[in-house]
């Protein structure tokens, strides 16, 4: 539950409707506002944290990384004017014109914000395009701290990119393999990525293909001329899927 100090700094007018619960969690009399508050406190906490280390005098040798495991919540199965938990993705423009929520291999569900601050080291106020996600967290961190990375693991260190020294590191494929939802797998290839859904479903959705240095709302789908790509996709998931008795996803082909 958010706490009133964060509440009442947003408009009671915000929120005509009440959250009854419909799509599961807790009901909110004032489901915008809770959001928003749930994310200022949150804002706040880390803030306090940011204080504490400069306190201690040991900001300059820690390195803070914010992000998030998902896209926003998903809409919700008992009504459609909310999506889980209660929250107004419209109102806010959660996704920002990505499309799918969180439980999606479309970027909706798994392209997310990620902020670092290590003074001294990451350029303030530098952005990146280099696409990382949490298999790289390991090496990456490793080298942060000058010690050896785990021996399995097929993940990227992006320290150099971090830390702006005009590296970029070769990327390898990004693989996604979701058993929820219908079954779901996907792979990033350059700008381009492979995706298909439903695959524990009867009959298994089409392959689909996208461009993300064009198309970042996955409108166009090029499977039909990208087929190619789509070999690529295939020959990769062999490589990289394991057999997963508990969670299975039957990807064609593979």
Same mark, same amino acid.
């Not at 089409?206 to 020959?235: H, M, P, Q």
């Given at each position: 539950?958010?706490?009133?100090?964060?509440?009442?700094?947003?408009?009671?007018?915000?929120?005509?409707?009440?959250?009854?619960?419909?799509?599961?969690?807790?009901?909110?009399?004032?489901?915008?506002?809770?959001?928003?508050?749930?994310?200022?406190?949150?804002?706040?906490?880390?803030?306090?944290?940011?204080?504490?280390?400069?306190?201690?005098?040991?900001?300059?040798?820690?390195?803070?990384?914010?992000?998030?495991?998902?896209?926003?919540?998903?809409?919700?199965?008992?009504?459609?004017?909310?999506?889980? +938990? #209660?929250?107004? !993705?419209?109102?806010?423009?959660?996704?920002?014109? @990505? &499309?799918?929520?969180?439980?999606?291999?479309?970027? =909706?569900?798994?392209?997310?914000?990620?902020?670092?601050?290590?003074?001294?080291?990451?350029?303030?106020?530098?952005?990146?395009?280099?696409?990382?996600?949490?298999?790289?967290?390991?090496?990456?961190?490793?080298?942060?701290?000058?010690?050896?990375?785990?021996?399995?693991?097929?993940?990227?260190?992006?320290?150099?990119?971090?830390?702006?020294?005009?590296?970029?590191?070769?990327?390898?494929?990004?693989?996604?393999?979701?058993?929820?939802? +219908? #079954?779901?797998? !996907?792979?990033?290839?350059?700008?381009?990525?492979? @995706? &298909?859904?439903?695959?524990?479903?009867?009959?298994? =959705?089409?392959?689909?293909?996208?461009?993300?240095?064009?198309?970042?709302?996955?409108?166009?789908?090029?499977?039909?001329?990208?087929?190619?790509?789509?070999?690529?996709?295939?020959?990769?998931?062999?490589?990289?899927?394991?057999?997963?008795?508990?969670?299975?996803?039957?990807?064609?082909?593979?």
């Amino acid at each position: 539950m958010p706490e009133k100090e964060y509440l009442d700094r947003y408009p009671e007018n915000w929120d005509a409707d009440a959250y009854r619960g419909e799509n599961g969690y807790t009901p909110q009399t004032r489901p915008r506002a809770a959001y928003a508050a749930m994310i200022t406190g949150l804002d706040a906490y880390v803030g306090k944290i940011m204080a504490k280390l400069d306190e201690l005098g040991i900001a300059d040798n820690t390195l803070i990384i914010f992000t998030s495991d998902n896209g926003t919540t998903l809409p919700g199965r008992n009504s459609k004017r909310w999506n889980t +938990g #209660g929250v107004d !993705a419209d109102f806010f423009n959660s996704t920002a014109g @990505l &499309r799918g929520f969180k439980g999606s291999v479309y970027e =909706g569900g798994i392209r997310i914000p990620c902020v670092m601050r290590w003074p001294g080291k990451i350029p303030a106020g530098a952005t990146t395009d280099f696409p990382t996600y949490f298999p790289d967290y390991a090496p990456t961190l490793c080298a942060a701290a000058d010690i050896e990375k785990p021996a399995r693991g097929d993940g990227v260190n992006f320290l150099p990119v971090m830390l702006d020294k005009g590296v970029r590191p070769e990327r390898n494929p990004m693989v996604w393999v979701f058993p929820e939802y +219908g #079954g779901q797998a !996907a792979v990033r290839v350059g700008e381009y990525k492979v @995706l &298909r859904r439903n695959l524990n479903k009867k009959q298994p =959705g089409d392959w689909e293909v996208y461009n993300l240095a064009n198309d970042i709302g996955e409108k166009e789908n090029l499977a039909s001329t990208r087929a190619n790509l789509v070999k690529k996709a295939v020959e990769i998931f062999k490589k990289e899927k394991r057999p997963n008795a508990i969670f299975p996803v039957n990807i064609p082909g593979v």
